[in-house]
Protein backbone atom coordinates (compact mmCIF):
# COMPACT_ATOMS: atom_id res chain seq x y z
CA UNK A 1 0.00 0.00 0.00
CA UNK A 2 1.05 4.08 0.01
CA UNK A 3 3.25 5.16 2.38
CA UNK A 4 4.77 8.74 2.75
CA UNK A 5 7.06 9.88 5.20
CA UNK A 6 9.36 12.49 6.53
CA UNK A 7 12.78 12.35 7.02
CA UNK A 8 12.83 13.83 9.93
CA UNK A 9 10.73 14.45 12.93
CA UNK A 10 11.82 17.86 14.44
CA UNK A 11 13.29 20.17 12.93
CA UNK A 12 14.47 23.70 15.01
CA UNK A 13 15.09 26.57 13.21
CA UNK A 14 15.68 30.19 14.60
CA UNK A 15 13.46 33.08 13.68
CA UNK A 16 13.95 34.67 10.34
CA UNK A 17 15.90 32.05 8.64
CA UNK A 18 14.72 29.60 6.20
CA UNK A 19 13.24 25.86 7.05
CA UNK A 20 12.93 23.09 4.76
CA UNK A 21 10.99 20.25 6.01
CA UNK A 22 11.22 16.97 3.79
CA UNK A 23 8.51 14.00 2.73
CA UNK A 24 9.08 10.68 0.87
CA UNK A 25 6.58 8.90 -0.83
CA UNK A 26 5.49 5.72 -2.17
CA UNK A 27 3.24 5.60 -4.84
CA UNK A 28 4.15 7.06 -8.04
CA UNK A 29 0.39 6.28 -9.18
CA UNK A 30 -0.24 9.54 -6.72
CA UNK A 31 -0.64 12.54 -8.97
CA UNK A 32 -1.94 15.59 -6.13
CA UNK A 33 0.04 16.49 -2.81
CA UNK A 34 -1.07 18.81 -0.24
CA UNK A 35 0.95 20.22 2.76
CA UNK A 36 -1.20 20.59 6.15
CA UNK A 37 -0.42 22.55 9.36
CA UNK A 38 -1.82 21.53 12.74
CA UNK A 39 -1.38 23.97 15.91
CA UNK A 40 -1.59 22.10 18.73
CA UNK A 41 -5.05 21.00 19.92
CA UNK A 42 -6.59 21.96 16.42
CA UNK A 43 -7.35 20.12 13.18
CA UNK A 44 -4.62 20.61 10.15
CA UNK A 45 -4.83 23.55 8.03
CA UNK A 46 -4.14 23.53 4.42
CA UNK A 47 -0.91 25.17 3.24
CA UNK A 48 -0.73 24.65 -0.34
CA UNK A 49 -0.96 21.98 -2.84
CA UNK A 50 0.77 20.62 -6.04
CA UNK A 51 -0.22 18.97 -9.09
CA UNK A 52 2.10 16.32 -10.36
CA UNK A 53 2.08 17.72 -13.57
CA UNK A 54 4.24 20.63 -11.70
CA UNK A 55 7.26 20.69 -9.68
CA UNK A 56 7.08 24.09 -8.01
CA UNK A 57 4.60 26.13 -6.70
CA UNK A 58 4.92 29.39 -4.44
CA UNK A 59 2.50 31.10 -2.24
CA UNK A 60 3.03 33.12 0.73
CA UNK A 61 6.12 32.45 2.13
CA UNK A 62 5.98 28.97 1.41
CA UNK A 63 6.98 26.59 -1.48
CA UNK A 64 6.63 23.16 -2.52
CA UNK A 65 8.87 21.44 -4.67
CA UNK A 66 8.06 18.20 -6.54
CA UNK A 67 10.49 15.74 -7.43
CA UNK A 68 8.69 12.99 -8.92
CA UNK A 69 11.97 10.96 -9.89
CA UNK A 70 12.88 10.10 -6.58
CA UNK A 71 8.80 10.59 -5.18
CA UNK A 72 10.25 13.81 -2.60
CA UNK A 73 8.26 16.30 -1.65
CA UNK A 74 9.37 19.35 -0.05
CA UNK A 75 7.81 22.84 1.87
CA UNK A 76 10.09 25.52 2.14
CA UNK A 77 8.98 28.48 4.54
CA UNK A 78 10.66 31.66 4.04
CA UNK A 79 11.76 33.99 7.18
CA UNK A 80 9.75 31.35 9.56
CA UNK A 81 8.50 33.52 12.67
CA UNK A 82 7.29 31.73 15.60
CA UNK A 83 3.71 31.28 14.92
CA UNK A 84 4.82 28.97 11.90
CA UNK A 85 5.66 26.55 14.93
CA UNK A 86 3.65 23.00 14.56
CA UNK A 87 3.34 20.33 12.97
CA UNK A 88 3.55 20.21 9.63
CA UNK A 89 2.38 16.70 7.09
CA UNK A 90 2.16 15.84 3.53
CA UNK A 91 -0.20 14.03 2.10
CA UNK A 92 -0.39 12.67 -1.44
CA UNK A 93 -3.51 10.84 -3.30
CA UNK A 94 -3.84 8.77 -6.38
CA UNK A 95 -7.67 9.31 -6.33
CA UNK A 96 -8.68 12.33 -4.74
CA UNK A 97 -11.03 10.20 -2.79
CA UNK A 98 -8.52 8.94 -0.37
CA UNK A 99 -5.34 11.06 1.03
CA UNK A 100 -2.38 9.38 2.85
CA UNK A 101 -0.57 10.99 5.34
CA UNK A 102 3.03 11.61 6.47
CA UNK A 103 3.81 11.33 10.32
CA UNK A 104 4.57 14.63 10.19
CA UNK A 105 7.62 16.79 10.93
CA UNK A 106 7.52 19.24 14.25
CA UNK A 107 8.99 22.76 13.47
CA UNK A 108 10.41 24.35 16.37
CA UNK A 109 10.76 28.44 16.04
CA UNK A 110 13.36 29.66 18.29
CA UNK A 111 13.15 33.20 19.20
CA UNK B 1 -19.89 30.34 9.36
CA UNK B 2 -18.92 27.14 11.58
CA UNK B 3 -17.36 24.96 8.59
CA UNK B 4 -16.59 21.49 10.37
CA UNK B 5 -17.84 20.95 13.74
CA UNK B 6 -16.87 17.55 15.85
CA UNK B 7 -19.03 16.47 19.04
CA UNK B 8 -17.58 15.78 21.42
CA UNK B 9 -14.64 17.44 22.21
CA UNK B 10 -13.30 14.99 24.95
CA UNK B 11 -14.33 11.35 25.76
CA UNK B 12 -13.63 8.81 27.89
CA UNK B 13 -15.12 5.24 27.67
CA UNK B 14 -14.50 1.79 29.38
CA UNK B 15 -13.53 -1.14 27.54
CA UNK B 16 -16.81 -2.66 25.87
CA UNK B 17 -19.05 0.54 25.52
CA UNK B 18 -20.23 2.24 22.64
CA UNK B 19 -20.54 5.31 21.50
CA UNK B 20 -20.91 7.73 18.23
CA UNK B 21 -19.07 10.65 17.58
CA UNK B 22 -21.07 13.42 15.14
CA UNK B 23 -19.58 15.20 12.25
CA UNK B 24 -21.47 18.00 11.09
CA UNK B 25 -20.33 20.46 8.00
CA UNK B 26 -22.52 23.11 6.69
CA UNK B 27 -20.41 23.84 3.77
CA UNK B 28 -22.37 21.58 1.53
CA UNK B 29 -19.53 19.69 0.69
CA UNK B 30 -20.38 16.06 -0.73
CA UNK B 31 -17.28 14.20 0.40
CA UNK B 32 -16.34 13.32 4.23
CA UNK B 33 -13.99 11.58 5.64
CA UNK B 34 -13.00 9.91 9.73
CA UNK B 35 -9.35 10.17 10.05
CA UNK B 36 -7.52 9.11 13.88
CA UNK B 37 -4.12 10.05 14.47
CA UNK B 38 -1.92 8.21 16.80
CA UNK B 39 1.35 9.69 18.40
CA UNK B 40 3.74 9.45 16.31
CA UNK B 41 1.92 9.04 12.95
CA UNK B 42 0.15 10.20 10.53
CA UNK B 43 -3.71 10.59 9.93
CA UNK B 44 -5.04 7.15 9.15
CA UNK B 45 -8.24 7.03 7.16
CA UNK B 46 -10.98 4.91 8.76
CA UNK B 47 -13.72 5.22 6.43
CA UNK B 48 -15.67 8.03 4.04
CA UNK B 49 -18.20 8.94 2.20
CA UNK B 50 -18.82 10.61 -1.59
CA UNK B 51 -22.60 11.19 -1.01
CA UNK B 52 -25.40 10.89 1.17
CA UNK B 53 -26.56 7.64 1.76
CA UNK B 54 -22.97 6.35 0.88
CA UNK B 55 -19.88 5.12 3.02
CA UNK B 56 -16.71 3.02 2.20
CA UNK B 57 -13.99 1.84 3.85
CA UNK B 58 -10.41 3.08 4.36
CA UNK B 59 -7.23 2.31 5.70
CA UNK B 60 -8.58 0.96 9.47
CA UNK B 61 -12.19 0.66 9.13
CA UNK B 62 -12.17 -2.70 11.74
CA UNK B 63 -13.65 -2.12 15.11
CA UNK B 64 -16.05 1.06 13.46
CA UNK B 65 -19.31 1.93 11.21
CA UNK B 66 -20.48 5.12 10.04
CA UNK B 67 -23.37 6.34 8.67
CA UNK B 68 -24.35 9.58 6.22
CA UNK B 69 -27.93 9.47 6.19
CA UNK B 70 -28.06 13.87 6.06
CA UNK B 71 -25.61 15.58 3.61
CA UNK B 72 -24.04 17.81 5.96
CA UNK B 73 -23.66 14.84 9.01
CA UNK B 74 -21.27 12.05 9.09
CA UNK B 75 -21.38 10.04 12.13
CA UNK B 76 -18.60 7.21 13.58
CA UNK B 77 -19.53 4.79 15.66
CA UNK B 78 -17.81 2.40 18.06
CA UNK B 79 -19.90 -0.50 18.84
CA UNK B 80 -17.33 -2.13 21.37
CA UNK B 81 -14.32 0.12 22.47
CA UNK B 82 -10.94 -1.31 22.55
CA UNK B 83 -7.56 0.54 24.42
CA UNK B 84 -6.56 -0.09 20.98
CA UNK B 85 -8.73 2.83 19.81
CA UNK B 86 -7.79 5.05 22.59
CA UNK B 87 -7.09 8.05 19.76
CA UNK B 88 -7.42 11.80 18.15
CA UNK B 89 -10.14 11.68 16.01
CA UNK B 90 -10.87 14.10 13.02
CA UNK B 91 -13.55 14.63 10.41
CA UNK B 92 -13.14 16.38 7.12
CA UNK B 93 -14.84 17.55 4.45
CA UNK B 94 -14.43 18.47 0.60
CA UNK B 95 -16.22 19.27 -2.10
CA UNK B 96 -15.92 17.50 -5.85
CA UNK B 97 -16.30 19.96 -8.61
CA UNK B 98 -17.41 18.45 -12.24
CA UNK B 99 -16.47 14.97 -11.02
CA UNK B 100 -13.28 15.58 -9.59
CA UNK B 101 -12.88 16.43 -5.61
CA UNK B 102 -11.95 20.03 -4.67
CA UNK B 103 -8.76 18.53 -3.12
CA UNK B 104 -8.57 20.60 -0.06
CA UNK B 105 -9.59 18.95 3.00
CA UNK B 106 -11.75 21.20 5.95
CA UNK B 107 -11.01 19.47 9.10
CA UNK B 108 -13.03 19.88 12.52
CA UNK B 109 -11.33 20.70 15.32
CA UNK B 110 -10.86 16.73 16.78
CA UNK B 111 -12.18 14.30 19.42
CA UNK B 112 -9.81 12.81 22.01
CA UNK B 113 -10.82 9.85 22.97
CA UNK B 114 -9.62 7.49 26.01
CA UNK B 115 -10.77 4.08 26.24
CA UNK B 116 -9.78 2.30 29.95
Known amino acids: GESVGLHLPTLSVQEGDNSIINCAYSNSASDYFIWYKQESGKGPQFIIDIRSNMDKRQGQRVTVLLNKTVKHLSLQIAATQPGDSAVYFC??????????FGSGTKLNVKP | NAGVTQTPKFRVLKTGQSMTLLCAQD?????MYWYRQDPGMGLRLIHYSVGEGTTAKGEVPDGYNVSRLKKQNFLLGLESAAPSQTSVYFCASSYPIGGVTNEKLFFGSGTQLSVL
Open chain 1, 91 to 100: AETPNFNKFY
Open chain 2, 27 to 31: MNHEY
